[in-house]
T-cell receptor, first 112, second 116 residues
């Protein structure tokens, strides 16, 4: 079972920031937080990952709380192309055959 | 740099048949993972191959099998197809290694399999 909890759906106006929350209260010290998104019927797209520090790349920012029990993915200026299912995944490192365990994710709808 | 590619894009089979799906990993990646995604669900892990050896397996029956070749491309074979095998099959490649690490998995576009 997935170790994360996400709201099933969220709406965002085009041009505004989209803040997607994720709860991972049972996260272990050796587990990273990964975010992927999946646009309808395409393969999942990697967005960002982090351990305990906040991370930023060209796609998004990842904010992880100090106790690491939750995180927020921020898309700073959402566009219609950001409409997708967003998956938050915790994944251990240093473990052979490590799989990504997907939950149901959050369906983000961006409208004009 | 070439991304992960999969073939075919779509496939229709009948119950009881066998199917082979193919995946070419991203340049420089030596690990391939396969996932099954039923309609309306998140992807589920089938198995992973690292340097031609199975390196982890999810809760799938033995009729789901795989291969990885010296060039790190991979095949997923499914025997005795059932109606519930209808799904999007995803391949992901990564730098991998037996240590797991924090290697990021990059996905291909998937193969849509329909079993009638």
């Amino acid at each position: 079972d997935a170790k994360t909890t996400q709201p099933p759906s969220m709406d965002c106006a085009e041009g505004r920031a989209a803040n997607l929350p994720c709860n991972h209260s049972t996260i272990s010290g050796n587990e990273y937080v990964y975010w992927y998104r999946q646009i309808h019927s395409q393969g999942p797209q990697y967005i960002i990952h982090g351990l305990k520090n906040n991370e930023t790349n060209e796609m998004a920012s990842l904010i992880i709380t100090e106790d690491r029990k939750s995180s927020t993915l921020i898309l700073p200026h959402a566009t219609l192309r950001d409409t997708a299912v967003y998956y938050c995944i915790v994944r251990p490192y240093n473990q052979a055959g490590t799989a990504l365990i997907f939950g149901k994710g959050t369906t983000l709808s961006v409208s004009s | 740099e070439t991304g992960v590619t999969q073939s075919p894009t779509h496939l229709i089979k009948t119950r009881g048949q066998q199917v082979t799906l193919r995946c070419s990993s991203q340049s420089g990646h030596n690990t391939v993972s396969w996932y099954q995604q039923a309609l309306g669900q998140g992807p589920q892990f089938i198995f992973q191959y690292y340097r031609e050896e199975e390196n982890g397996r999810g809760n799938f029956p033995p009729r789901f099998s795989g291969l990885q070749f010296p060039n790190y491309s991979s095949e997923l074979n499914v025997n005795a197809l059932e109606l519930d095998d209808s799904a999007l099959y995803l391949c992901a490649s990564s730098l991998g290694g037996l240590a797991g690490g924090t290697d990021t998995q990059y996905f291909g576009p998937g193969t849509r399999l329909t079993v009638l």
